[in-house]
């Protein structure tokens, strides 16, 4: 390295390292304020809250930005130099001069969009090569002449090289031009974004996010994002992108984790997850509600004053429409119902029992004998229990896993265990809570209990109260009137409230009904109709970044057309965007992968590699006694090298995991065995497998390789 490169390596380490003594100074004012907050300082529990809140989301955004704070600096051709991070910081003291620009803001979009050709006045742009706190090094790319992108496609090379860690990594320092347009897109409804394998959507779509979270910060904060996943393995390896970008107000969740408290235990056949997945289903829940609103066999009996009433079937009739043209959820639709019942039960019982002395026309005592009758009712058990067979308070557990059970012994809904629940069931039980509606009975009681205690706390206060004005004459005249004007009983009572601290997370991931401000949908072709209805439930403004490849689609429940699944929701506006280059798959597996392709989906073009591993994929054939060692040879030689490795297999290979568990996931080294196996229950799958790979993949096989791979090079060991 020349004497002026470690010179200005120095300046720029300095400068750095004064950029973190800007974020700690900060970290540790917003933290005094946060810990000031929890303590109340002398607010209402609902102000305190929204504070603490705050606060604690500010916390959390600079506490997470730590590693790589700083990653470049662009040089304008004016000789104006703005150096750009992971979050914005600025000068106090200096008009709050930014001296650190966010990457979302509108001045750092030079710094992925300007090139050789079209430098947007811009003359150079420096990467920093950090590790930690620390700067290593940069690269400097000179803009506006020809040839002045090298540097940068060697920054981006040396990215996707790198070997893998645990999780995936942000691109917040190597976004190229196609994703940034992608990522700031000006679109208020659904972004579709459809790249083939490596092409990089998935953190495409995260950093989006963090963008909209930027730009959007009060319209979003309130509410969040959602960010729905195909498996946990695939959240955990994402989860750390959007908190490395600042960003913590997003909940991260399957499709099966989508009704808080499920448990997801079985999975379904192929056939039963289609039926389930269609909106024909929709029929089969609302005739299983409407089924459990009964009519009498024979009229039930009911006694009230000595006198006799009958609940008919012309009655429950009667009662049973007016509950459905009310248009109210089931159960909430069952107070309609009883009051229709009571009233003419009670109607016939006061005609009996003033036959002869109480007409219409004495309309209070009319009205004094229907409440007396009224509480009876409400006190009779043989009514209640009446009541609950003809319009029973159902909930949606109980209502689906009795349809399971009752289905005939052929039918694809049919299962012995109607409560093993599957992937499948959760839009089904999401879309009975709305046609079922809650029970109101539980409410009323929590209300009244809320009620009492909130008095309870205000006579306690007022007590307080009472025992300083006893002891007026012991206190400083001034005190008390600060005392007097600060501990009125109602408002004591509110600082007993205990604060709700939870985040934003917590709390989304606990309601059933939170709404998102947006929601990505990552593997979306994998989605049916009906997971796409619980989604648009929980975000009412079809504000969406939905990510996938129809080619990998494996359901058949899932998406065969974008628009056939968005057409129902947001006709009008949703757009499509497309992304050609693979960033993690080199052209020497690609073109393995692509021979696949071709055979289940030849209309589709494969994604084209950037850049070429010089290792040439392989195949073994070993017999089934070899194939466990084969398999522990392939991860003892994996382990020594640096990056992630993992082997791919059909159901029953000894350490091997399914491809649909690897969707979205990338790996150092992938080794695929029978891969004819794989292919015989999912050409898509194979697909799948044989793209994980960014630097090495291996094949064993016992039988005939499918003919797609016939070009493999065969490995012979002695």
């Given at each position: 390295m020349t004497q002026g490169y470690e010179e200005e390596l120095r300046s720029e380490r300095d400068h750095v390292a004064g950029l973190y003594a800007r974020l700690d100074a900060e970290r540790a004012r917003v933290k005094a304020e946060y810990e000031a907050a929890l303590g109340g300082n002398g607010v209402g529990a609902m102000e305190r809250d929204v504070s603490v809140r705050a606060l604690g989301r500010q916390v959390k955004r600079l506490d997470v930005v730590d590693n790589g704070l700083c990653f470049g600096r662009l040089d304008a051709v004016s000789g104006e130099r703005t150096y750009i991070g992971r979050v914005g910081l600025f000068d106090e003291e200096d008009e709050y001069r930014p001296v650190l620009l966010d990457w979302r803001a509108p001045a750092a979009r030079p710094f992925y969009t300007a090139t050789g050709a079209n430098p947007e006045d811009m003359h150079r742009r420096r990467q920093f090569h950090t590790r930690g706190r620390r700067v290593l090094g940069f690269t400097d790319e000179d803009l506006g002449r020809p040839g002045g992108d090298a540097q940068g496609d060697a920054a981006l090379l040396a990215a996707v090289n790198a070997p893998r860690g645990e999780g995936m990594r942000d691109i917040v320092a190597t976004i190229q031009a196609e994703q940034d347009e992608i990522i700031r897109l000006d679109h208020p409804g659904v972004l579709v974004i459809e790249g083939g394998p490596g092409t990089g959507k998935t953190?495409?779509?995260?950093?989006?996010?963090?963008?909209?979270?930027?730009?959007?910060?009060?319209?979003?904060?309130?509410?969040?994002?959602?960010?729905?996943?195909?498996?946990?393995?695939?959240?955990?390896?994402?989860?750390?992108?959007?908190?490395?970008?600042?960003?913590?107000?997003?909940?991260?969740?399957?499709?099966?984790?989508?009704?808080?408290?499920?448990?997801?235990?079985?999975?379904?056949?192929?056939e039963a997850a289609r039926l389930k997945g269609s909106l024909k289903i929709l029929d089969v829940l609302k005739a299983a509600v409407a089924d459990r609103q009964r009519l009498p066999v024979e009229p039930v009996p009911v006694v009230l004053k000595d006198v006799t009433v009958r609940i008919d079937a012309e009655t429950a009739e009667w009662a049973r429409q007016e509950a459905r043209d009310s248009g109210l959820p089931h159960n909430e639709a069952r107070k309609v119902f009883t009051d229709i019942v009571t009233y003419v039960l009670t109607e016939r019982a006061i005609a009996r029992i003033g036959r002869g002395w109480l007409s219409r026309d004495d309309k209070d005592e009319w009205e004094s004998m229907r409440k007396g009758l009224l509480a009876d009712?409400?006190?009779?058990?043989?009514?209640?229990?009446?009541?609950?067979?003809l319009w029973p308070i159902l909930t949606p557990e109980e209502l689906l896993s009795s349809l399971y059970t009752s289905a005939s012994a052929d039918s694809p809904l049919f299962r012995a265990?109607?409560?093993?629940?599957?992937?499948?069931?959760?839009?089904?039980?999401?879309?009975?809570?709305?046609?079922?509606?809650?029970?109101?009975?539980?409410?009323?009681a929590a209300d009244a209990a809320a009620e009492r205690a909130r008095k309870a706390e205000a006579e306690y206060a007022e007590g307080v109260f009472q025992t300083m004005k006893l002891d007026r004459e012991e206190m400083d005249e001034d005190v008390m009137l600060s005392a007097e004007n600060l501990l009125y009983a109602e408002d004591l009572a509110e600082r007993f409230v205990e604060a709700d601290t939870r985040t934003l997370v917590e709390r989304a991931s606990a309601d059933r009904d939170w709404t998102y401000r947006h929601v990505v949908v990552d593997e979306a072709q994998e989605l049916s109709e009906m997971d796409w209805r619980v989604l648009m439930r929980r975000c009412p403004g079809r504000s969406f970044t939905v990510v996938g490849d129809l080619a990998q689609r494996r359901s058949a429940a899932g998406a065969r057309s974008w628009g056939a699944m968005l057409a129902p929701y947001v006709p009008d506006r949703w757009v499509y965007r497309s992304l050609t280059v693979n960033y993690r798959t080199p052209a020497e597996i690609m073109a393995v992968a692509a021979a696949v392709l071709a055979d289940f989906a030849p209309d589709v073009v494969p994604p084209e590699s950037v850049r070429a591993c010089g290792v040439p994929p392989w195949s073994r054939r070993v017999t089934g006694d070899e194939l466990p060692s084969a398999i522990e040879e392939f991860v003892r030689e994996e382990a020594g090298r640096p990056g992630t490795s993992v082997v791919i297999g059909p159901p029953g290979v000894p350490g091997a995991v399914l491809?649909?568990?690897?969707?979205?996931?990338?790996?150092?080294?992938?080794?695929?065995?029978?891969?004819?196996?794989?292919?015989?229950?999912?050409?898509?799958?194979?697909?799948?497998?044989?793209?994980?790979?960014?630097?090495?993949?291996g094949v064993l096989h016992e039988?005939?390789?499918?003919?797609?791979?016939?070009?493999?090079?065969?490995?012979v060991r002695s």
């Open positions: 953190v495409v779509a995260l950093h989006r996010v963090a963008y909209l979270l930027y730009t959007q910060r009060e319209r979003m904060e309130r509410h969040g994002a959602l960010v729905v996943g195909p498996n946990p393995a695939f959240l955990n390896h994402i989860g750390r992108v959007l908190p490395s970008l600042g960003e913590t107000d997003v909940v991260f969740t399957t499709t099966g984790d989508l009704v808080p408290g499920l448990h997801v235990t079985a999975e379904d056949t192929p009712l409400a006190g009779d058990a043989k009514f209640t229990a009446a009541i609950d067979a265990d109607g409560s093993a629940w599957t992937v499948s069931d959760v839009p089904l039980l999401d879309e009975l809570v709305d046609l079922l509606g809650h029970d109101k009975t539980a409410e009323k491809a649909s568990e690897t969707k979205g996931l990338e790996f150092d080294a992938v080794l695929v065995v029978e891969p004819a196996a794989i292919l015989a229950d999912s050409a898509a799958d194979l697909y799948v497998a044989l793209t994980r790979a960014t630097q090495r993949l039988g005939p390789l499918p003919a797609a791979l016939a070009g493999l090079a065969e490995v």
